[in-house]
């Protein structure tokens, strides 16, 4: 029964997702912006402005405080909005190439079941413990185990095996980091569990991710079981810092599949059925 509650609460969200989705495009420009303007008192102004609608608009009539104020202006092409990904890349190899990563020890993995929905992407299942949910039923699947993790992308660790090597000077190059995440299924957890040798634990590791010679899905190898990273304090408070912001596990969590009430599933179901003239429909609203 909670989960019903949680359900119609994700619903208000959705009526209110237009409201929503300009303050969050500003709340992602917010922390430039506070660099360069940091004294503009009409910036905060204008965010409390933002954050007042959002709690009225939510479920009642946004009332007189309406916020009628134009979204930014934005010129093709720009490569920030084009690669945007709210602020957590995943992380994956591609085709014939290695990415080195470490599993960031402060925050546990997430999991949920998710179903992937040909043309509309990830969606969080609504199977409870008891029963299976609507989408189970129609799609004709249990929903899939989806494990999300944050880690420590070493971005200059050589693509070809994940390797760093000593120049010529005999110096291993110093670290070049990302915070990103890697989302994993049931398989994919599995083989990275079992890497960690006796005595040590998955988060200890360095752990190079390529695709496997099939070309279906990962392989996980240990590079080291005494991540790099960790060897340096200095770095280590620094990769803290960095992963502050994802400590209360809402951009991980979004990463598992598009939450969405039954009634928003039905729609979704619905269309499947309804064939190829609905989906172009979907694709323009995707836009
Ligand atoms: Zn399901």
């Not at 240990?222 to 912001?245: F, G, I, Y």
Request: net charge negative; hydrophobic share 35%; with cysteine.
């Amino acid at each position: 029964m909670v989960k019903f509650t949680e359900i119609d609460d994700e619903l208000d969200a959705a009526i209110t997702a237009k409201k929503t989705t300009e303050p969050e495009a500003k709340k992602v420009a917010e922390p430039e912006k506070k660099k360069t303007t940091a004294t503009s008192g009409a910036d905060e102004g204008e965010d409390d402005d933002d954050s007042q609608s959002r709690i009225i608009g939510r479920g009642n009539k946004p009332a007189a405080t309406y916020d009628d104020s134009i979204a930014d202006e934005l010129e093709w092409g720009d490569e920030k909005v084009m690669s945007r990904s709210g602020g957590l890349d995943r992380l994956r190899p591609e085709k014939g190439k290695a990415v080195r990563f470490a599993i960031i020890p402060w925050l546990k993995p997430l999991r949920a079941l998710t179903h992937f929905i040909d043309k509309k992407g990830t969606f969080r299942c609504l199977a409870t413990e008891d029963e299976p949910g609507l989408c189970c039923k129609k799609l004709a699947e249990d929903g899939q185990m989806t494990i999300a993790a944050l880690v420590l992308h070493y971005t200059n660790a050589p693509s070809k095996d994940g390797k760093y090597r000593k120049d010529e000077h005999g110096r291993v190059p110093p670290i070049e980091y990302a915070i990103e995440y890697v989302q994993l299924g049931q398989t994919n957890y599995r083989d990275i569990s079992e890497l960690a040798p006796e005595g040590k634990v998955v988060t200890d590791l360095d752990i190079v991710m390529t695709h496997k010679d099939s070309g279906i899905g990962y392989k996980f190898v240990m590079a080291t079981d005494n991540a790099r990273w960790r060897q340096n304090e200095t770095l280590v408070a620094e990769v803290k810092e960095a992963c502050a912001k994802f400590m209360d596990r809402k951009k991980l969590n979004s990463k598992l599949g598009k939450k969405v009430s039954l009634v928003e599933m039905k729609i979704v179901l619905q269309s499947l059925v309804a064939g190829a003239e609905d989906q172009s429909l979907d694709d323009v609203e995707m836009l």
